[in-house]
């Protein structure tokens, strides 16, 4: 039984399958409502620059470390390094993915909620209104409620729990494989009719016309967690990806491609916000109320508004599914491979305890705001606990492990796909960056973020 489940072991049918799912998860909330924010706070186009130098620097080493670990052992996160190192403890670091990915979901489900709900809100017209004050009691009543915020929560997990239970190929993929197009032209749209707004060149030079006085260490730091989230890595999301993966696929090549793809949907978002939000006066340094407060103002002061915001929302709720398919399938895979549990057993498990995890997130703006952990909310301290210190974690271990522990030889051949790439150039980058910049740089951010060391 056990070896027929393994025979049987799913993986993405086509490259651009594997593409489609693995910018799936890169591109979710974080190009919408992440970096859009921390650009803005952060003095715009010299952030860009900075936050690309960290992409490719950091977050780009240890992704192709998750597919390579990951297509090596064709295993989840745990499996893959009990496969590789059976005698040593290094399956913690995919345990503490699988927890990240619990942690992760919880207050990512109550955003995505959010979204939901503004789907609908603007539809009916609820938030018809170019006044900033009562959007922001739109949002609020929302947020402080009880029932609605997890009534919405619960609905996406319903959608995500029946995509993934489909499977990987009919699930994941397929899925993905629509909704990256949809997204895409969706912003495209978008962009558009941003543009053609009388006064949206203050938008763009905002977005491009770097100013390097604004770059400070605290800037730096931002961009290096950003890059890290973006790209979904440190948590195993990558590793359970990656053992889908074909062995044909030239792995550092697809690398590259998500990186760059996922930085101009990020890019194209902040052409769909900035240049809406200075051509109506705005101030873009809004923070993460951006989305909900400033968006539907935006649109509404301009003409087909109501359409364009549906619109909007829709994206956004399509980017953040393939993200959420990624997170989800870290415990699926494991659950199913460690444990031997059926898919159905585990996607309904692993819902159940989201929900119930998450419900605390929602709650932490109306019945559950007094509790706090460590002086935070349930949202905040999920939000802390993943960002500023497992995703940075599991990056250093997993770097570590690639560079120090599975052996020069062994990550070469997975590399090189036993040496039929050319790729030799790029694997000796890549081995010096993994062995010595990634850990130390993250060592940094992570230090930093704990208030460990100051800068
Ligand atoms: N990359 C996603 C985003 O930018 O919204 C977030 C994310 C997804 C983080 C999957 C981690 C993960 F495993």
Same mark, same amino acid.
């Given at each position: 039984?056990?070896?027929?489940?393994?025979?049987?072991?799913?993986?993405?049918?086509?490259?651009?399958?594997?593409?489609?799912?693995?910018?799936?998860?890169?591109?979710?909330?974080?190009?919408?409502?992440?970096?859009?924010?921390?650009?803005?706070?952060?003095?715009?186009? #010299?952030?860009?620059? %900075?936050?690309?130098?960290?992409?490719?620097?950091?977050?780009?080493? %240890?992704?192709?470390?998750?597919?390579?670990?990951?297509?090596?052992?064709?295993?989840?996160?745990?499996?893959?390094?009990?496969?590789?190192?059976?005698?040593?403890?290094?399956?913690?670091?995919?345990?503490?993915?699988?927890?990240? #990915?619990?942690?992760?979901?919880?207050?990512?489900?109550?955003?995505?909620?959010?979204?939901?709900?503004?789907?609908?809100?603007?539809?009916?017209?609820?938030?018809?209104?170019?006044?900033?004050?009562?959007?922001?009691?739109?949002?609020?009543?929302?947020?402080?409620?009880?029932?609605?915020?997890?009534?919405?929560?619960?609905?996406?997990?319903?959608?995500?729990?029946?995509?993934?239970?489909?499977?990987?190929?009919?699930?994941?993929?397929?899925?993905?494989?629509?909704?990256?197009?949809?997204?895409?032209?969706?912003?495209?749209?978008?962009?558009?009719?941003?543009?053609?707004?009388?006064? #949206?060149?203050?938008?763009?030079?905002?977005?491009?016309?770097?100013?390097?006085?604004?770059?400070?260490?605290?800037?730096?730091?931002? #961009?290096?967690?950003?890059?890290? @989230?973006?790209?979904?890595?440190?948590?195993?999301?990558?590793?359970?990806?990656?053992?889908?993966?074909?062995?044909?696929?030239?792995?550092?090549?697809?690398?590259?491609?998500?990186?760059?793809? *996922?930085?101009?949907?990020?890019?194209?978002?902040?052409?769909?916000?900035?240049?809406?939000?200075?051509?109506?006066? @705005?101030?873009?340094?809004?923070?993460?109320?951006?989305?909900?407060?400033?968006?539907?103002?935006? @649109?509404?002061?301009?003409?087909?508004?109501?359409?364009?915001?549906?619109?909007?929302?829709?994206?956004?709720?399509?980017?953040?599914?393939?993200?959420?398919?990624?997170?989800?399938?870290?415990?699926?895979?494991?659950?199913?491979?460690?444990?031997?549990?059926?898919?159905?057993?585990?996607?309904?498990?692993?819902?159940?305890?989201?929900?119930?995890?998450?419900?605390?997130?929602?709650?932490?703006?109306?019945?559950?705001?007094?509790?706090?952990?460590?002086?935070?909310?349930?949202? *905040?301290?999920?939000?802390?606990?993943?960002?500023?210190?497992?995703?940075?974690?599991?990056?250093?271990?997993?770097?570590?492990?690639?560079?120090?522990?599975?052996?020069?030889?062994?990550?070469?051949?997975?590399?090189?796909?036993?040496?039929?790439?050319?790729?030799?150039?790029?694997?000796?980058?890549?081995?010096?960056?993994?062995?010595?910049?990634?850990?130390?740089?993250?060592?940094?951010?992570?230090?930093?973020?704990?208030?460990?060391?100051?800068?």
């Amino acid at each position: 039984m056990k070896q027929e489940s393994q025979n049987k072991r799913e993986g993405f049918s086509s490259s651009i399958g594997v593409i489609a799912a693995v910018l799936g998860s890169a591109v979710g909330l974080g190009n919408i409502w992440k970096f859009p924010y921390v650009t803005g706070a952060n003095g715009g186009a #010299a952030f860009i620059l %900075v936050y690309l130098v960290c992409l490719a620097l950091v977050g780009l080493p %240890v992704m192709l470390s998750e597919h390579l670990i990951g297509r090596a052992t064709k295993s989840n996160a745990v499996g893959a390094f009990k496969k590789l190192q059976p005698r040593r403890p290094w399956f913690l670091v995919g345990g503490a993915g699988v927890i990240s #990915a619990f942690l992760i979901m919880a207050f990512y489900t109550t955003v995505v909620g959010w979204v939901y709900a503004y789907i609908f809100k603007s539809a009916s017209g609820a938030l018809l209104t170019n006044k900033p004050q009562q959007t922001t009691q739109v949002f609020n009543s929302l947020i402080s409620g009880v029932a609605e915020p997890l009534f919405w929560q619960v609905l996406v997990l319903i959608v995500i729990g029946i995509i993934i239970m489909a499977g990987v190929t009919k699930g994941i993929e397929r899925v993905t494989k629509f909704l990256m197009p949809m997204l895409f032209i969706l912003l495209v749209i978008i962009d558009i009719r941003s543009l053609s707004l009388p006064g #949206a060149s203050s938008g763009l030079a905002f977005l491009f016309k770097p100013d390097f006085s604004k770059i400070t260490v605290s800037a730096i730091l931002a #961009a290096l967690g950003l890059a890290f @989230f973006k790209l979904s890595v440190g948590m195993g999301a990558m590793i359970t990806y990656g053992s889908y993966v074909d062995k044909q696929e030239n792995l550092p090549k697809m690398a590259v491609k998500v990186a760059l793809s *996922d930085t101009l949907v990020s890019l194209m978002a902040g052409i769909a916000i900035f240049p809406a939000v200075f051509a109506f006066g @705005f101030e873009p340094k809004a923070g993460p109320p951006l989305l909900f407060i400033i968006i539907p103002t935006v @649109f509404n002061s301009m003409p087909l508004g109501r359409i364009f915001m549906v619109l909007f929302f829709l994206l956004t709720a399509f980017a953040a599914t393939g993200a959420m398919l990624s997170l989800l399938e870290v415990p699926i895979a494991y659950f199913t491979e460690e444990y031997q549990w059926s898919r159905r057993k585990a996607t309904l498990i692993t819902i159940v305890g989201i929900g119930l995890l998450g419900s605390t997130a929602t709650l932490s703006n109306s019945v559950l705001s007094n509790v706090l952990i460590f002086g935070k909310t349930f949202f *905040d301290f999920f939000d802390f606990a993943t960002s500023n210190v497992l995703l940075p974690l599991g990056g250093i271990f997993i770097a570590l492990f690639a560079g120090w522990q599975w052996g020069y030889a062994n990550v070469k051949r997975e590399m090189t796909n036993e040496g039929q790439l050319r790729n030799e150039g790029l694997f000796k980058v890549y081995i010096v960056l993994v062995r010595y910049l990634v850990p130390i740089a993250i060592a940094i951010i992570l230090l930093t973020g704990l208030n460990i060391i100051h800068i």
